[in-house]
């Protein structure tokens, strides 16, 4: 098997995963791939997780020029402002998921570090989560927002709308997209309770150990 049917059977098998857990649901979220030539592949658009097909993956030119499959998703600018500024990448996971959704509508949140240090795992995995205004879905602005990072995050979350993840490849990716997710639930479940969180100095330990 090709590097190339590789990652799209990857990206095809963790959809199916990520929407039978409940993670997103119809036909929003989307993932995408760059391949060792440059190349990406990208979910298209109005496609559902559940239901994707490898061979309809769409296929893009590093320059965003759609080569091949069915049109990509509208949130390309998205994807490939995490592409250009961290050099790293090799896959960026978006999900519409629900409790760190909601966590970006509460008033209370720091918009420069959105999830609070609960677990070891989410300042490893993800590092600062940045805060970013509401968009209209597919605004070319949300890449230009990211780019305005200079690459300095590997995660953000969309207000009202959902969270972003780049990583080292899908697999990193959707890891710790899921540690979002789960951190914002149990930010959520401890809510108004002033549960016992990291220490600063066990924070900065973590960071120092595990950058993102």
Not at 8 to 16: N, S, T
Not at 69 to 94: I, N
Not at 166 to 187: N, P, R, V
Request: net charge negative; glycine share 8%; charged share 20%.
């Amino acid at each position: 098997m090709s590097i190339e049917s590789k990652a799209r059977e990857d990206i095809c098998r963790i959809a199916k995963s990520m929407f039978d857990r409940g993670l997103t649901r119809g036909s929003s979220g989307n993932i995408s791939v760059r391949l060792p030539d440059g190349n990406l592949l990208m979910t298209p658009t109005g496609s559902s997780f559940g239901f994707l097909d490898p061979a309809r993956i769409s296929l893009l030119a590093p320059d965003m020029t759609h080569l091949g499959g069915d049109k990509p998703t509208k949130e390309t600018p998205l994807h490939s402002a995490f592409y250009e500024t961290r050099s790293g990448t090799g896959a960026v996971v978006h999900l519409h998921s629900s409790h760190s959704t909601a966590l970006s509508m509460l008033p209370e949140i720091d918009p420069d570090d959105v999830l609070p240090p609960l677990t070891p795992y989410a300042v490893m995995m993800l590092g600062k989560v940045k805060l970013l205004p509401v968009f209209l879905p597919g605004d070319p602005e949300m890449g230009e927002a990211v780019r305005g990072l200079a690459g300095k995050r590997t995660a953000v979350l969309l207000a009202n709308h959902g969270p972003v993840v780049a990583g080292k490849d899908i697999w990193a990716a959707s890891f710790a997209m899921e540690e979002l997710e789960e951190t914002a639930k149990l930010a959520l479940m401890t809510r108004g309770m002033d549960p016992r969180i990291l220490t600063a100095e066990q924070v900065k330990a973590l960071q120092d150990k595990y950058p993102s």
